[in-house]
């Protein structure tokens, strides 16, 4: 064998603030504060507070590969803490503020966070629980007044460790496979379970998103994150923006369509990114309230299917173009993204948002496959709907603190995703439904997926769920959860809807009328609680 001869440069994160701050120090990052004013500053800024809070964490004792919190909103600190945490060499573990406070104890013990940073605007959020975690030896408070009275064990200001901290910091993350990030996946099943990043695998998956392949943002884009930054590392787009430069716009607790709206006119946002749930809220709002959206080049959208109704109007009504993406907390989260490719010029405007609706092809770094239930590998033929299987150097290997099993790994070295998909010839895939949420009725599937986008895409209809309900002849059946637009909405109507598309078979045994949908923590329907609604009578 003969080695290359090339330098063994290690893929570490402190690279991108140091390439940040020579490269695009004047760029900014602007916070929508919790009280509505804008906080801004240059990356020149963000680097010298970046390596303030490393002696600040080490004079709280935070050692190389200790585990330090998060519990933020998305904000100028939050991004602080994504650089200044791993460059001091420990690991940042984004708390998810909107899991439940049983769920929250679960993942901070098991975790071992030793010191957490909390958001001032979500005190009583973490103070229930604060005096009975096991581990935790300071809690570090920011966008909290001091005259405030606070209920945590051993709390300090943010801001007086950073006065007292020199920028004077030498990185203490030489090694690129230390670990650098820790986030708890959304536990629509079971209890959370801990996705651990390398540097080198997040360096990876950063060159990975700036592709012009995959998200691809650039010093010219003005990046708003609204997928939280405690959700999959916000999709990497912090430390994909920080090296290339891009504008940063973080919205802090302003997620309401109304403010996203005003962000987005406002600042001139070419690149905003996620959820379905958000972007149907802004949709219904610029239609109530129109704005000039025009400044954006992609709206991104993934962490559930983007109902492909949603995307035509987008398209149609504010001339937006909505990139679909999908990806895991286990892939660091990117995984395939779809664009439109040069045999789809020619399409016309129809079956480009087919296109568009799909999850499209896997981005360069991400290997696929889709196996059947005997652990055949399914052809690519854009009919054949398999397990999807992934591989690659931002996939995680196995679980933090759980021995790598079969159910989630495969013997030859894949990770199992848990979705069922088909994917086409040209490398283009499309979920059909998570494997627990398809509804078997008779021994055929039916994808729940495809039935809510179906209904999503009605005028009398603003949200929908279908779940599998237990049934003595077919062994289950599909029941429809609807939050109607108007208050009011006709079955019938809605059952005509779905069989221009739908065999027979497929038309939900009934529909139920709710005031919302429940979420998970992350914004996804939380079909796991309408379950346990339908068991308990609820439904
Ligand atoms: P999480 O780790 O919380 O981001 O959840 C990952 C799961 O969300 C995936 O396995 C999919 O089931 C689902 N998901 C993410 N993006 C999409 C998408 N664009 N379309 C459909 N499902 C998605």
């Known amino acids: 064998m003969l080695n290359g001869l090339m330098m063994d440069y290690p893929l570490t994160l402190d690279t991108i603030v140091e390439h940040a701050r020579r490269m695009t120090p004047r760029k900014t990052i602007k916070t929508k ?5 804008w906080h801004e500053y240059s990356y020149a800024d963000l680097y010298r507070r970046v ?42 573990h ?33 103070e229930p629980i604060a005096a009975q975690l096991q581990t935790v030896e300071h809690f570090v408070l920011f966008n909290a007044d001091k005259s405030q009275e606070v209920n945590l064990p051993n709390a300090l200001h943010y801001e007086d460790l950073m006065a007292a901290a020199s920028d004077d910091f030498e990185w203490r993350c030489a090694d690129e496979n230390m670990a650098m990030g820790l986030c708890y996946t959304s536990g629509t099943t079971g209890m959370p379970k801990g996705v ?32 939280p930054q405690f959700h999959a590392m916000c999709w990497g787009l912090p430390y994909a923006c920080a090296w290339v430069g891009s504008t940063i716009i973080m919205p802090g607790p302003h997620l309401k369509p109304a403010p996203l709206a005003e ?49 035509e109007a987008y398209e149609r009504d504010f001339h937006v173009n909505v990139v679909h993406a999908w990806g895991m907390t286990e892939m660091s989260p990117i995984g395939s993204v779809s664009k439109l490719q040069t045999r789809h010029h020619d399409l016309d405007q129809e079956g480009r948002w087919d296109i568009k609706a799909k999850q499209g092809y896997f981005v360069p770094g991400v290997d696929a496959r889709i196996v059947g239930d005997d652990g055949a590998e399914l052809p690519w033929d854009g009919e ?7 591989r690659g150097p931002w996939v995680a290997a196995q679980y933090y603190k759980i021995e790598r099993d079969r159910e989630h790994f495969t013997a030859d070295g894949w990770f199992r995703t848990g979705d069922v998909v088909t994917i086409d010839g040209d490398g283009f895939m499309t979920i059909t439904d998570r494997s627990k949420d398809l ?32 049934d003595e002849t077919w062994g289950e059946r599909p029941l429809a959860v609807l939050v109607p637009l108007e208050g009011a909405y006709d079955p019938g109507a809605l059952n005509a809807w779905l069989l221009e598309h739908f065999p027979k078979f497929w038309l939900p045994d009934r529909y139920v009328v709710v005031d919302e949908i429940p979420k998970t923590g992350v914004g996804k329907m939380d079909k796991k609680v309408l379950r346990q609604w339908y068991a308990h009578g609820k439904l």
């Not at 504060?33 to 004013?37: A, I, W």
């Not at 390596?51 to 050692?63: D, I, M, P, S, T």
């Not at 690149?271 to 959206?293: K, M, S």
Request: aromatic share 6%.
């Open 33 to 37: 504060l919790p009280d509505g004013d």
């Open 384 to 390: 054949t709907m398999g397990e999807l299987q992934v």
């Open 439 to 470: 509804v078997k009725s008779g021994g055929e599937w039916i994808s729940s997926v495809d039935m809510e986008n179906m209904l999503i895409s009605h005028p009398d209809v603003l949200e929908a769920a279908v779940i599998a309900i237990p």
């Open 263 to 311: 962000m987005i006119e406002s600042e001139r946002v070419s690149i905003a990114a996620g959820v379905p749930t958000i972007w149907n809220g802004l949709y219904h709002e610029l239609r109530q309230n129109p704005r000039d959206i025009s400044s954006i080049t992609e709206l991104v959208v993934g962490g559930s299917a983007m109902p492909r109704g949603l995307i």
């Open 196 to 227: 651990l990043y390398s540097h080198r695998s997040m360096m990876l998956h950063t060159l990975g998103v700036l592709q012009a392949a995959a998200l691809g943002p650039t010093e010219a884009d003005v990046v708003l994150a609204v997928v």
């Open 51 to 92: 390596k303030k809070l490393g002696n600040a964490l080490a004079a709280l004792g935070v050692e190389p590969g200790d585990r330090v919190g998060t519990f933020a909103w998305n904000n100028y600190q939050h991004l602080e803490f994504y650089f200044g945490i791993p460059g001091a060499g420990a690991v940042v």
């Open 94 to 126: 984004t708390l998810n503020i909107r899991l439940s406070p049983e769920q929250l104890k679960f993942i901070i013990d098991h975790a071992e966070d030793k010191v957490i940073f909390v958001d001032g605007t979500l005190l009583p959020l973490i």
